[in-house]
């Protein structure tokens, strides 16, 4: 039996030596890369916090000492020392989540995977433990050093150093990289650190320089306030960093030595006030092909060869919404010299590195900074250049104040392009894109367009930065692109009908990619002798006027999205159609007002009755139970169709 199999809870490592501990830690390297090979995921992370992981839940007892991880995708070894070591169906459906779950564990704590949030929840958890009467109780945020270039993690050290009577310790999980490497001034700063020569030195014999200190040593430690007068600090200058905060400071160490680090913890619990500890790790630690990967060292992978590292499985039908993306802005900039991009620490994965190859002074990476990142876009539009703002969808909801007020407001000419938008699947609800429209849409000015394929991105993408004197979205899904829909007409305000009937019985008004799934529901409507016009309004919004007009020629008006029901597209619609005196019944489909749990992305959209058969079952069963008048009476064969389809 090894010993990871004999690990039901954090205790079980009290009893194992430290050789032991040394075998325990590479026996979950080979664990994360032999399952997480299987089902994908954030393995890079992982294997850099091991030894990490295995220090904070020796020195600290969890769950009564809470542990909070910034982001949470560095969770598995949390998870498999605390008991969960199935991860046969990881981030699917009645499996283990790709990141804290509360509903998993007691020992998971926080479950969004929004970054640089860690430190505000260890401020206030541990203010509240002392209001409480549970001083007694320890609080330890593990937090990458990547998160520091978001402004959330400085306003809580801001607040967490106005109030030292409490037991907090901030791990900084420093591998130099968030997703991609780290960048800006901090980033610079820490590098500094890691390379300096007296580190380097350092960093190799780690586990004697803690024998070095001694008592004597330690003493010094405990005695002087703030620990950025301890001897490392002094070494690495980390005293002009944190002195002025008021927070001790402990590092750097190397987080690789499991020893060292539980040293550095043990430390940094016994000062009972608010604690730095500097861990240096690498990202990708024991696995040769994450290493030598430069672009992101296998931060999230898909199923791949685990000898190997390379990716197995068919194609995936297709080019990616991403790379047609980053194929097109790359080819804009040739002729656009006023297009600027600017992302938020996620280069690659948003698209954005294909410009940045050939225009590099024209990209800017803000870090995960997505307030900054819109702001400083406004005032790049105000100097004269048109920003494109590639984000998550997801990450959007961040910086919606700076979009109402700072762009909005303003009538800035930015350009902000969603990526993952909708239901994005295994990576669970903090990941899903499906708040943007009903989010979004309430922004006085701002357009938004969701392409339904490849072609209509490219479109869409340069009309959005020809506009000059508002904020443009074009919001995309995550996966590959499916092949390219004609319309079958065009109206003069840009409204693509992509099937049209002569009888008017129902309008279907598709967002999207879901314009094949209209058109798959009118062919089964059309079936049972209901006629469909389908329409994809290209700009959802503001409302096309012709989007009306059709809605005013027929029975019944069906909106199909995947943004959530309540504020999303149709209730837009329906709110300008009542505007407009039009009484057309409308029916709004799309997600509920729920938190998606972690699943494929057929099955989420198949219990919100986002498929073709439910969406044909239901408008039936609408046109039947409200008598809605049809063109002609259904027939006897689609009434038996009917009947099958209930």
Same mark, same amino acid.
């Given at each position: +039996?090894?010993?990871?199999? #004999?690990?039901?809870?954090?205790?079980?490592?009290?009893?194992?030596?430290?050789?032991?501990?040394?075998?325990?830690?590479?026996?979950?390297?080979?664990?994360?890369?032999?399952?997480?090979?299987k089902t994908g995921g954030h393995l890079g992370p992982n294997l850099g916090v091991v030894e990490l992981t295995i220090a904070i839940h020796r020195v600290f007892d969890s769950p009564h000492d809470a542990i909070v991880f910034d982001t949470g995708h560095q969770s598995y070894v949390h998870k498999l020392l605390t008991g969960r070591q199935d991860?046969?169906?990881?981030?699917?459906?009645?499996?283990?989540?790709?990141?804290?779950?509360?509903? $998993?564990?007691?020992?998971?704590?926080?479950?969004?995977?929004?970054?640089?949030?860690?430190?505000?929840?260890?401020?206030?958890?541990?203010?509240? %433990?002392?209001?409480?009467?549970?001083?007694?109780?320890?609080?330890?945020?593990?937090?990458?050093?990547?998160?520091?270039?978001?402004?959330?993690?400085?306003?809580?050290?801001?607040?967490?150093?106005?109030?030292?009577?409490?037991?907090?310790?901030?791990?900084?999980?420093?591998?130099?990289?968030?997703?991609?490497?780290?960048?800006?001034? +901090?980033?610079?700063?820490?590098?500094?650190?890691? !390379?300096?020569?007296?580190?380097?030195?350092?960093?190799?014999?780690? $586990?004697?320089?803690?024998?070095?200190?001694?008592?004597?040593?330690?003493?010094?430690?405990?005695?002087?306030?703030?620990?950025?007068?301890?001897?490392?600090?002094?070494?690495?200058?980390?005293?002009?960093?944190?002195?002025?905060?008021?927070?001790?400071?402990?590092?750097?160490?190397?987080?690789?030595?499991?020893?060292?680090?539980?040293?550095?913890?043990?430390?940094?619990?016994?000062?009972?006030?608010?604690?730095?500890?500097?861990?240096?790790?690498?990202?990708?630690?024991?696995?040769?092909?994450?290493?030598?990967?430069?672009?992101?060292?296998?931060?999230?992978?898909?199923?791949?060869?685990?000898?190997?590292?390379?990716?197995?499985?068919?194609?995936?039908?297709?080019?990616? /919404?991403?790379?047609?993306?980053?194929?097109?802005?790359?080819?804009?900039?040739?002729?656009?010299?006023?297009?600027?991009?600017?992302?938020?620490?996620?280069?690659?994965? #948003?698209?954005?590195?294909?410009?940045?190859?050939?225009?590099?002074?024209?990209?800017?990476?803000?870090?995960?900074?997505?307030?900054?990142?819109? #702001?400083?876009? *406004?005032?790049?539009?105000?100097?004269?250049?048109?920003?494109?703002?590639?984000?998550?969808?997801?990450?959007?909801?961040?910086? %919606?104040? @700076?979009?109402?007020?700072?762009?909005?407001?303003?009538? *800035?000419?930015?350009? %902000?392009?969603?990526?993952?938008?909708?239901?994005?699947?295994?990576?669970?609800?903090?990941?899903?894109? +499906?708040?943007?429209?009903?989010?979004?849409?309430?922004?006085?000015?701002?357009?938004?367009?969701?392409?339904?394929?490849?072609?209509?991105?490219?479109?869409?993408?340069?009309?959005?930065?020809?506009?000059?004197?508002?904020?443009?979205?074009?919001?995309?899904?995550?996966?590959?692109?499916?092949?390219?829909?004609?319309?079958?007409?065009?109206?003069?305000?840009?409204?693509?009908?992509?099937?049209?009937?002569? @009888?008017?019985?129902?309008?279907?008004?598709?967002?999207?990619?879901?314009?094949?799934?209209?058109?798959?529901?009118?062919?089964?409507?059309?079936? @049972?002798?209901?006629?469909?016009?389908?329409?994809?309004?290209? /700009?959802?919004?503001?409302?096309?006027?012709?989007?009306?007009? %059709?809605?005013?020629?027929?029975?019944?008006?069906?909106?199909? $999205?995947?943004?959530?029901?309540?504020?999303?597209?149709?209730?837009?619609?329906?709110?300008?159609?009542?505007?407009?005196?039009?009484? !057309?019944?409308?029916?709004?489909?799309?997600?509920?007002?729920?938190?998606?749990?972690?699943? #494929?992305?057929?099955?989420?959209?198949?219990?919100?009755?986002?498929?073709?058969?439910?969406?044909?079952?239901?408008?039936?069963?609408?046109?039947?139970?409200?008598?809605?008048?049809?063109?002609?009476?259904?027939?006897? *064969?689609?009434?038996? $169709?009917?009947?099958?389809?209930?």
């Amino acid at each position: +039996m090894s010993i990871l199999e #004999t690990i039901s809870g954090p205790r079980d490592l009290d009893r194992l030596s430290n050789e032991q501990l040394i075998e325990l830690a590479a026996e979950i390297r080979r664990f994360l890369i032999a399952e997480v090979s299987k089902t994908g995921g954030h393995l890079g992370p992982n294997l850099g916090v091991v030894e990490l992981t295995i220090a904070i839940h020796r020195v600290f007892d969890s769950p009564h000492d809470a542990i909070v991880f910034d982001t949470g995708h560095q969770s598995y070894v949390h998870k498999l020392l605390t008991g969960r070591q199935d991860f046969s169906h990881l981030r699917e459906r009645g499996g283990l989540a790709g990141y804290p779950q509360r509903s $998993e564990s007691p020992h998971d704590v926080v479950e969004s995977s929004h970054a640089s949030s860690s430190l505000s929840w260890a401020d206030g958890i541990s203010r509240a %433990f002392v209001m409480t009467g549970q001083a007694d109780r320890h609080v330890v945020a593990v937090v990458g050093d990547g998160a520091l270039t978001g402004g959330m993690t400085w306003e809580a050290l801001n607040n967490i150093s106005d109030d030292n009577d409490r037991n907090l310790v901030i791990v900084v999980n420093d591998n130099g990289r968030s997703y991609a490497p780290t960048i800006g001034g +901090m980033a610079r700063y820490l590098n500094s650190i890691r !390379t300096a020569a007296g580190y380097r030195d350092l960093h190799h014999s780690s $586990e004697r320089l803690f024998g070095h200190f001694g008592a004597a040593g330690r003493a010094v430690y405990r005695g002087v306030r703030g620990g950025t007068h301890g001897f490392l600090a002094r070494l690495t200058n980390n005293q002009a960093l944190y002195s002025n905060l008021d927070i001790k400071y402990i590092g750097p160490v190397d987080a690789h030595d499991e020893h060292a680090m539980e040293q550095a913890l043990h430390q940094a619990k016994e000062y009972r006030q608010p604690v730095i500890v500097h861990a240096i790790t690498e990202k990708g630690r024991g696995y040769e092909p994450a290493r030598n990967d430069e672009a992101d060292q296998f931060h999230a992978v898909g199923q791949i060869d685990p000898e190997t590292g390379e990716p197995i499985g068919g194609a995936d039908g297709g080019p990616s /919404w991403t790379g047609v993306f980053s194929d097109e802005i790359a080819e804009l900039a040739v002729h656009n010299p006023k297009i600027v991009g600017i992302t938020a620490a996620m280069l690659r994965p #948003t698209g954005l590195h294909k410009m940045a190859e050939r225009f590099p002074t024209r990209v800017l990476d803000v870090g995960i900074a997505e307030q900054h990142a819109v #702001t400083s876009a *406004a005032g790049l539009a105000f100097g004269g250049l048109h920003p494109v703002v590639a984000l998550y969808a997801t990450f959007v909801n961040r910086a %919606f104040d @700076q979009v109402l007020m700072d762009v909005g407001l303003h009538r *800035a000419g930015v350009t %902000f392009v969603l990526d993952r938008a909708g239901v994005t699947g295994p990576d669970g609800p903090s990941h899903h894109g +499906m708040w943007d429209l009903a989010i979004l849409q309430i922004v006085p000015t701002i357009r938004l367009a969701a392409p339904r394929d490849g072609e209509r991105l490219r479109e869409e993408l340069a009309e959005a930065i020809a506009v000059d004197d508002a904020p443009t979205v074009i919001r995309f899904p995550k996966g590959a692109v499916g092949p390219n829909i004609d319309a079958v007409q065009r109206t003069a305000d840009g409204v693509d009908v992509l099937r049209e009937s002569s @009888q008017h019985d129902v309008l279907l008004v598709t967002v999207g990619p879901f314009a094949s799934l209209g058109l798959e529901v009118a062919e089964r409507l059309a079936a @049972q002798g209901i006629g469909a016009t389908v329409i994809d309004p290209r /700009w959802v919004v503001p409302t096309a006027r012709s989007v009306i007009d %059709f809605a005013a020629k027929h029975r019944l008006v069906v909106t199909i $999205e995947d943004g959530i029901r309540v504020g999303g597209i149709g209730t837009r619609i329906r709110q300008d159609l009542r505007d407009a005196g039009v009484d !057309t019944a409308v029916t709004e489909l799309g997600l509920p007002d729920e938190f998606q749990e972690h699943a #494929t992305r057929s099955q989420i959209l198949e219990d919100a009755g986002l498929t073709p058969q439910h969406i044909a079952r239901d408008v039936v069963a609408q046109v039947l139970g409200s008598k809605i008048p049809i063109a002609r009476p259904l027939t006897d *064969a689609a009434d038996d $169709e009917s009947r099958q389809l209930g």
